[in-house]
């Protein structure tokens, strides 16, 4: 703005922001399908400009981080990480706005630069789960979102209980409201009813309900069957929540997934109403049709780390090397993603790159987000550098594209080079 000659006084405006600029040089990075030794990459002003051999070509302002990976942001589509944070234990509750900021702190130490959080609209009394509730979380990540200061890309996945009729138009208001422009929301498809899906066998849920709650398998049998029958009673509005979301899916509005199927038979059906994604298959058999189907695959990182489901069904590691998922993501352990990659490398169901995917672009195309997930020029610049240190990895740092903008979060946070690499 030029000042008015008729106000004097009057102020400029302040010069814009100098365009921000970061060359990482000497890392081994990890591109799409390889790894680059001795790589150079840069980033300007949120976007990677610049991937090479940095060779003898370094230029003085780079940053040496010879010894450590670099890879791209790690996505993460699904997160009930922030339900524990609000609520770490009974009767002990935080504010909302506290929660999202410090399990944002959690998810960015992970290497997480995009976080999709769980939001349960449900009345489950068991879970601490109310539509309240969940409005209560979908405002305060929106205030977070529209802060700027974010250290990392806060989003939603909107799950939805089939057999909740106070759910359903809630959910309906909530998708009405604006959200980031070009992709559509994640809405999660689920039945928790015991006797189908994650829980097809009701001894799963008998025995979680036993040390979970401390009954007597009597007890938590009886607890079980009445849990069966009140739902059973709803069961009506499954049919009439799924073909809702079904309409809005053709419309654009939103980007279904299908949680927990079990068989072919219900594949096929969430594929005939507009699902595009298979979250969690509990047996190969629905994996296999989801691929048949043309539709992506996630599977849960701690099923990967632990070797296998806690609740009976298909082990993660297994779909990984069958060619049967897409994408891995945390469920409720940020921290399960990268290290998921480096045991699958370890355990040879995955080349290091292959692995990285599962966690990077792999999620980003579950999210239908194609600007992140791989080092290369005109993709987002969200970046960590990790170490591998007794088989498991050590995240050293973790920048977002918005710390790389002038201005950027980054310009408050911290300055100077990561701490030591130790070399893989």
């Not at 990677?48 to 010894?67: L, N, Q």
């Not at 998810?107 to 879970?127: L, P």
């Not at 601490?128 to 305060?140: F, K, M, N, P, W």
């Not at 809005?248 to 969430?270: F, I, K, S, W």
């Amino acid at each position: 703005m030029t000042p008015n000659p008729a106000a004097p006084n009057q102020a400029p405006d302040p010069p814009a922001p100098a365009p921000t600029r970061r060359i990482f040089a000497h890392a081994t990075a990890v591109l799409p399908g390889r790894l680059l030794e001795d790589a150079l990459v840069a980033v300007e002003d949120g976007v990677i400009t610049e991937v090479r051999a940095a060779g003898g070509r370094v230029p003085a302002e780079a940053e040496d981080v010879r010894g450590a990976l670099l890879l791209p942001g790690l996505v993460d589509t699904h997160s009930d990480g922030l339900e524990k944070e609000i609520a770490p234990r009974p009767g002990a509750r935080f504010d909302v706005d506290f929660a999202v900021g410090s399990f944002e702190g959690r998810v960015r130490a992970a290497g997480v630069t995009t976080v999709f959080h769980g939001i349960g609209y449900e009345v489950n009394v068991r879970k601490g789960r109310t539509v309240e509730g969940a409005e209560l979380i979908a405002d305060a990540l929106r205030r977070r979102g529209a802060g700027g200061r974010a250290l990392v890309d806060h989003r939603m996945l909107y799950r939805l209980d089939a057999r909740d009729p106070q759910a359903l138009p809630a959910l309906r208001a909530q998708l009405e409201r604006p959200g980031p422009a070009g992709t559509p929301p994640l809405v999660s498809f689920e039945d928790h009813t015991p006797g189908q899906g994650q829980y097809r066998d009701p001894a799963y849920f008998r025995r979680w309900l036993q040390g979970e709650e401390g009954l007597t398998e009597e007890e938590a049998q009886a607890r079980l069957e009445a849990m069966v029958a009140d739902r059973d009673t709803r069961e009506w509005h499954r049919p009439v929540a799924l073909r809702w979301l079904a309409g809005e899916a053709a419309a654009g509005r939103a980007r279904l997934l299908a949680h927990d199927p079990v068989t072919r038979a219900e594949v096929a059906d969430a594929r005939g109403h507009g699902v595009a994604v298979a979250e969690f298959p509990t047996t190969v058999e629905a994996a296999r049709a989801a691929r048949e189907l043309g539709m992506l695959i996630v599977a849960g990182a701690p099923n990967v780390l632990r070797g296998g489901s806690h609740s009976g069904n298909v082990a993660a590691a297994e779909l990984v090397a069958e060619g049967l998922v897409d994408a891995l993501s945390s469920d409720y352990l940020p921290s399960a993603l990268l290290a998921a990659v480096f045991l699958l490398e370890r355990a040879g169901a995955a080349t290091l790159p292959e692995a990285v995917r599962l966690v990077t672009a792999g999620a980003a195309g579950v999210a239908g987000l194609p600007d992140r997930g791989e080092i290369r020029p005109g993709a987002r610049g969200d970046l960590l550098l990790a170490t591998v240190d007794g088989g498991w990895p050590t995240v050293r740092r973790t920048l977002s594209a918005n710390d790389l903008t002038a201005g950027g979060a980054d310009a408050y946070a911290y300055s100077g080079r990561p701490a030591a690499a130790v070399a893989r």
